[in-house]
């Protein structure tokens, strides 16, 4: 059994709270919920040197 979960509305979450009063972010969940894939998935939409 797969199980995919989409993360993209994370992104407008992050950029609701980075245009407030929000500067950090702590994401705190155990090991093996993807935040890795969260953090290289923000890091390849928030680059400017990558062309996607």
Do not use: Q
Not at 11 to 19: A, V, W
């Amino acid at each position: 059994m797969e199980i995919f979960v989409d993360k993209t509305g994370f992104i407008g979450y992050l950029n609701r709270f980075m245009t407030g009063i929000g500067k950090y972010m702590c994401v705190s969940r155990p090991r093996r919920f993807g935040k890795s894939v969260t953090a290289d998935m923000l890091t390849a939409y928030y680059s400017r040197g990558r062309k996607s």
